[in-house]
T-cell receptor, first 109, second 117 residues
């Protein structure tokens, strides 16, 4: 079957760095998305990786290793507003989105 | 986590016809369902929010007469794309949410790929 794994919850301190991991087993791969979602709001796009390597975008970076079925989202200089759920989603060979359950990130002062 | 299904997973239709997409929450009662569309490599775009038994609330720029949403029960919502045109070709994703006090859960369906020829 198809599966996306990410930690359920993580806690970090304001100003610090946190890495949220995502591992996947899917039938084919056509890219991986990271989304941020605050409770009660629509998810917002953070990144899209289709090739191996690290992509940096401001305080957020996303890494992909297709051979390992692994991605991570790196958040630097954490701010209180970064407290949210972070969703990992993989596009499979049928162009279906396979969603992870999301990682709830709690930022403490 | 809870399971949300969508049917069909993909559909091809001719321009001018209507297409209905179903979204079901299989093991929990969804007080709210969201409909999104997503173009390749782009973010999810919220189209509308619907609460069971109420009219859907559409986001700015989304035509309510073109994208008909019905949320008949706590486990089923439908999106009907009326008089579809090629520019309506997109990936439509539903999400089912359950709000109970301070607890909030939201689960996404697998999406429906619509191609209008």
């Amino acid at each position: 079957g198809q599966n996306i794994d990410q930690p359920t919850e993580m806690t970090a301190t304001e100003g610090a760095i946190v890495q949220i991991n995502c591992t996947y087993q899917t039938s084919g791969f056509n890219g991986l998305f990271w989304y941020q979602q605050h409770a009660g709001e629509a998810p917002t796009f953070l990144s899209y990786n289709v090739l191996d390597g690290l992509e940096e975008k401001g305080r957020f970076s996303s890494f992909l290793s297709r051979s390992k079925g692994y991605s991570y989202l790196l958040l630097k200089e954490l701010q209180m507003k970064d407290s949210a759920s972070y969703l990992c989603a993989v596009v499979d060979s049928n162009y279906q989105l396979i969603w992870g359950a999301g990682t709830k990130l709690i930022i403490k002062p | 986590g809870a399971v949300v299904s969508q049917h069909p997973s993909w559909v091809i239709c001719k321009s001018g016809t209507s297409v209905k997409i179903e979204c079901r929450s299989l093991d929990f009662q969804a007080t709210t369902m969201f409909w999104y569309r997503q173009f390749p490599k782009q973010s999810l775009m919220l189209m509308a929010t619907s609460n069971e038994g109420s009219k859907a609330t559409y986001e700015q720029g989304v035509e309510k007469d073109k994208f008909l949403i019905n949320h008949a029960s706590l486990t089923l919502s439908t999106l009907t794309v009326t008089s579809a045109h090629p520019e309506d070709s997109s990936f439509y994703i539903c999400s089912a949410a359950s709000v109970s006090g301070s607890d909030y859960e939201q689960y996404f369906g697998p999406g429906t790929r619509l191609t209008v020829t």
